[in-house]
Nanobody, 127 residues
Framework: QVQLVESGGGLVQPGGSLRLSCAAS????????VAWFRQAPGKERERLLC????????YSQDSDKERFTIFRDNANNTVHLQMNGLQPEDTGVYYC????????????????????WGKGTLVTVLP
């Protein structure tokens, strides 16, 4: 069965850190571009960052470059999102996604379609 399952969400104090995980089954995640998205309460889902299989990363917001990092764990068919310096505005449901389209189309110009999505994990940063 092909699926992505996120974990690691929870409550955190402002300035704190969390590491989210996204475990894949049914396909080799290392061969896909991977991305993390966030849907804040009352807002549309937005892409945070996207990484190809060669290690190139694109951020939607320059301010996230110092705070968010994607790590691949190919041995466990998993990717992680390390988040530091969390603030209340980072609260939301975080989704991982994997896409096989080319990196430029999928991640740089955001015109492509992800192949697989997880169901999300909730992150709440206390005010």
């Amino acid at each position: 069965q092909v699926q992505l399952v996120e974990s690691g969400g929870g409550l955190v104090q402002p300035g704190g850190s969390l590491r989210l995980s996204c475990a894949a089954s049914g396909f080799a995640l290392e061969n896909y571009n991977v991305a993390w998205f966030r849907q804040a309460p009352g807002k549309e889902r937005e892409r945070l960052l996207c990484k190809d299989d060669a290690g190139n990363t694109v951020y939607s917001q320059d301010s996230d470059k110092e705070r968010f990092t994607i790590f691949r764990d190919n041995a466990n068919n998993t990717v992680h999102l390390q988040m530091n310096g969390l603030q209340p505005e980072d609260t939301g449901v975080y989704y991982c996604a994997a896409g096989s389209q080319d990196f430029f189309r999928l991640c740089i110009i955001g015109a492509g379609t992800m192949d697989y999505w997880g169901k999300g994990t909730l992150v709440t940063v206390l005010p």
